[in-house]
Antibody, heavy 120, light 106 residues
């Protein structure tokens, strides 16, 4: 079935940095696109970033371009999101998701999420 | 691509038939997915490719549509179905979500 477990969230001051991790198990991590999706408190879902199976292709929401960097280490079955110059509006639960091409690129596995708070 | 959903919320009783509508601003063929999210939990995939039921999802959930107009139907609402439902297009990046439809108990 597969499992994703996020970590690395926490409280950071505006302008600060944080690195999120997403550990995968139970599926062949290196063959799937993985996304980051966030949800601000009481709000809806917002796609943030995606990375191709090899890591050569990366994609970002316009509002995080130049501040966030997605990467992966397929030898460790782990995805990362480096978040710099954090703003109040970046505060959210961050989920990593596995995207399945057989399922028309739907996200069939979601992690439990990690909370990022941005406040002085 | 912009995604809209209607209604934004609804109240229904156990056993009711519920229909949620999702519309995209561009033709997304059938690259439309539906997710269910319960409070404090991660979303779960219900429907992919507009009308295909994800493994393990009860058959009372069904999806229809293509192009720009899509629906999610719950036939015979159960107590565990009270949740927020999101559509998402997977035709392009960003993979835009709809704003959500909250289904509450009447």
């Amino acid at each position: 079935e597969g499992l994703l477990v996020e970590s690395g969230g926490g409280l950071v001051q505006p302008g600060g940095s944080l690195r999120l991790s997403c550990a995968a198990s139970g599926f062949t991590f290196s063959t799937y696109v993985i996304n980051w999706v966030r949800q601000a408190p009481g709000k809806g879902l917002e796609w943030v970033s995606a990375i191709s199976p090899t890591g050569k292709g990366t994609y970002y929401l316009d509002s995080v371009k130049g501040r966030f960097t997605v990467s992966r280490d397929n030898s460790k079955n782990t995805l990362y999101l480096q978040m710099n110059s954090l703003r109040a509006e970046d505060a959210a639960i961050y989920y990593c998701t596995k995207e399945d091409g057989v399922l028309h690129l739907a996200s069939d596995i979601w992690g439990q999420g990690t909370m990022v708070s941005v406040s002085s | 691509i912009q995604m809209t959903q209607s209604p934004s919320s609804l109240s229904a009783s156990v056993g009711d038939r519920v229909i949620i509508t999702c519309r995209s601003s561009q033709n997304i063929v059938n690259y439309l997915n539906w997710y269910q999210q319960k409070p404090g939990k991660a979303p779960q995939l219900l429907i992919y490719a507009a009308s295909s039921l994800q493994s393990g999802v009860p058959s009372r959930f069904s999806g229809r549509g293509s192009g720009t107009d899509f629906t999610l139907t719950i036939s015979g609402l159960q107590p565990e179905d009270f949740a927020t439902y999101y559509c998402q297009e997977s035709y392009t990046t960003p993979r835009t979500f709809g704003p959500g439809t909250r289904v509450e108990i009447k």
